[in-house]
């Protein structure tokens, strides 16, 4: 008799996020066909440490939390990538991010490596002052590996601009003198770039921009959608019309609590009101509640992923309806939702290409603070267009040249230039 099969465990390896990034990365080999040391070094974290974070809370008693900071690559500069806080955190969701920054600073060509962090924890549940001594207690743990020419984090879902104020703060107190570009994504007062508020979403719409053109479409007659409507869903509502059309129609947007939709458009503006008032996008005034995968499934020309992995599946793909996914979320398409998608000609803009003006504007922080010199939103604003549309069209000149889709064609760019750098430090 065979042992029974395990369903469960079978759907959950995979979603794993990191079994997927490294599926996508020997899914790249077949083009790239990198010397097996080459891959088998690129297919694993080089450096990671799990930290145990005991912090007094309110109440008087100590809360044990569980952080990761997982140091990915850094063949081509110091590791770089955001912390969360999600209650849903895993050591194998952060390895994943890591890879994801590691390519995600390779394929904008910024001279940084790739790492991520992250806290299993529900912020929405924590006071102010309990989420300041966990965010301290974080740096009092990763702080040793943490440093300019070492891993510089950043804010990702559920940590900001706030968090990393309090962050670079405590690292200033363990080191004994100020070094601001050790954290970006930090507020204005205190060493933070102009422009990294809507950096992520900026980028995003810039690929848009240019994705549109190739497709032969209007830049201003378009409908979209945003399931997601945190930092990088947020500015994307705003962007899509404030940058390419006061006409484009944002006929829906979902958050964690569900979604709304209306077929005349919403005005981005009023949504936002409206979730600052309730903490939530639901029950906005005169439009049709919608379910997040309701609003992935509309036909409209965008859908703008822009929550969390894995949303777009081989089980939904056949009714995604959207001529261009633009994924401002990390890893919201497992592998056999892109075969799908890929299949169907839906144009899909890849997470790491799609939302690295995140990342883009962290090393412009960097850059500035070093220089002790800061430039007006104007140059941050030129400078990140720049860069995106030259990443977007590196990525389209291989999704032609080998004939593959935008993601596959986005880690052969990406990975190329880890591997080179790999090559030359002479590490394989
Ligand atoms: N967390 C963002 C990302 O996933 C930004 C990272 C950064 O600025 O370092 O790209």
Request: hydrophobic share 40%; proline share 5%.
């Amino acid at each position: 008799m065979t042992d029974p099969v395990d369903l469960k465990a079978i759907e959950e390896h995979r979603k794993n996020p990191f079994k997927i990034a490294q599926a996508q990365l020997q899914e790249a080999n077949k083009y790239l066909k990198l010397a097996p040391g080459t891959l088998a070094t690129l297919m694993e974290p080089l450096r990671e440490l799990h930290v145990t974070l005991p912090v007094r809370m309110d109440d008087g008693k100590v809360k044990v939390f569980k952080g990761f900071r997982v140091q990915y690559n850094d063949a081509r500069g110091p590791n770089k990538g955001g912390i969360r806080f999600h209650p849903d955190e895993t050591i194998d969701t952060v390895r994943a991010l890591a890879a994801w920054m590691t390519w995600k600073t390779a394929v904008v060509d910024i001279p940084l490596g790739g790492g991520k962090g992250g806290i299993i924890c529900d912020p929405k549940s924590l006071s102010t002052g309990e989420l300041e001594r966990l965010s301290r207690q974080y740096v009092r743990q990763v702080g040793r590996i943490i440093g300019l020419d070492k891993d510089v984090p950043a804010p990702d879902v559920y940590t900001t601009p706030q968090i990393m104020a309090w962050m670079m703060d405590e690292y200033y107190w363990q080191k004994g003198f100020n070094e601001p570009g050790a954290f970006t994504g930090k507020p204005l007062e205190v060493g933070g770039s102009q422009g990294r508020g809507d950096a992520t979403a900026r980028g995003g719409i810039y690929c848009t921009r240019e994705a549109l053109k190739l497709l032969g479409m209007p830049q201003d007659k378009n409908t979209y959608a945003i399931q997601g409507f945190g930092n990088a869903g947020q500015h994307a509502a705003v962007l899509m019309k404030e940058l390419l059309g006061e006409s484009n129609k944002l006929v829906a947007v979902s958050d964690s609590k569900g979604g709304v939709y209306n077929e005349a458009g919403f005005e981005p503006q009023h949504l936002l009101e409206h979730k600052m008032a309730t903490g939530s996008v639901v029950g906005f005034p005169g439009a049709k509640p919608i379910s997040n995968a309701e609003l992935l499934e509309l036909k409209v020309d965008v859908i703008f992923p822009s929550a969390l992995e894995n949303v777009i599946t081989g089980d939904n793909a056949p009714r995604i309806k959207a001529k261009i996914s633009c994924e401002l979320a990390n890893g919201p398409t497992t592998p056999d939702g892109d075969s799908i998608l890929c299949a169907q000609k839906t144009f899909v803009i890849p997470d790491f290409l799609a939302n690295a003006g995140g990342v883009t504007v962290s090393y412009f922080e960097q850059v500035q603070n070093g220089a002790n010199y800061f430039w007006s939103i104007e140059e941050v604003h030129e400078r990140l267009d720049t860069k995106m549309t030259k990443a977007f069209h590196d990525v389209y000149a291989a999704h032609k040249q080998y004939e593959c889709n935008m993601r596959i064609a986005a880690y052969i760019v990406a990975v190329r230039r880890v591997a080179r750098a790999m090559e030359i430090r002479g590490w394989v």
